[in-house]
């Protein structure tokens, strides 16, 4: 008798263990990724938390979100670059920012500036639109962009 309550019990376990949610991407073990400029300045994070990724600048306001293959959106639709293996790029392929471990070519960031405790209040996230065209995915370069992290989160 004991030994099939334990089996029902272990069968029950791992059917309840399995779910719809199972098809939902993982989230990393941090709940936000901070991203570092070229000055190895923390300058925005991604919230892993929230269902669309969205970006904040260290201020709290939300500048843009990130969808799963990697595409960077601003809520205002415009498509303005890619997050690829823990670098952002620009549209023409160039680093803007970071995460903390990231070393290839120009982009060392296993020394970074430490990270202020106090980020500013998240602020509410706009609604996004309809998303632009994204440009040709461009040769992706090891070495930093012209344009500055904050310059980059600016419609055009």
Same mark, same amino acid.
């Given at each position: 008798?004991?030994?099939?309550?334990?089996?029902?019990?272990?069968?029950?376990?791992?059917?309840?263990?399995?779910?719809?949610?199972?098809?939902?991407?993982?989230?990393?073990?941090?709940?936000?990724?901070?991203?570092?400029?070229?000055?190895?300045?923390?300058?925005?994070?991604?919230?892993?938390?929230?269902?669309?990724?969205?970006?904040?600048?260290?201020?709290?306001?939300?500048?843009?979100?990130?969808?799963?293959?990697?595409?960077?959106?601003?809520?205002?639709?415009?498509?303005?670059?890619?997050?690829?293996? @823990?670098? =952002?790029?620009?549209? &023409?392929? +160039? #680093?803007?920012?970071?995460? %903390? $471990? *990231?070393?290839? @070519?120009? =982009?060392?960031?296993? &020394?970074? +500036? #430490?990270?202020?405790?106090? %980020? $500013? *209040?998240?602020?509410?996230?706009?609604?996004?639109?309809?998303?632009?065209?994204?440009?040709?995915?461009?040769?992706?370069?090891?070495?930093?962009?012209?344009?500055?992290?904050?310059?980059?989160?600016?419609?055009?």
């Amino acid at each position: 008798m004991k030994k099939l309550f334990l089996i029902l019990f272990v069968i029950g376990g791992l059917v309840s263990g399995c779910s719809k949610d199972d098809d939902k991407p993982v989230i990393p073990q941090e709940a936000e990724v901070t991203l570092f400029d070229k000055n190895i300045k923390p300058i925005a994070y991604i919230n892993y938390v929230d269902d669309d990724l969205t970006i904040y600048m260290w201020d709290g306001i939300p500048v843009a979100y990130l969808e799963e293959s990697g595409l960077i959106y601003h809520f205002n639709g415009q498509f303005l670059g890619w997050y690829m293996n @823990g670098v =952002i790029y620009d549209k &023409e392929g +160039y #680093a803007v920012a970071a995460k %903390k $471990g *990231v070393v290839r @070519g120009e =982009i060392k960031m296993n &020394e970074t +500036y #430490a990270e202020s405790v106090i %980020k $500013g *209040v998240k602020h509410v996230k706009p609604i996004p639109h309809v998303h632009s065209l994204k440009p040709k995915t461009p040769s992706f370069r090891d070495k930093w962009s012209e344009i500055s992290l904050t310059d980059f989160f600016l419609p055009q």
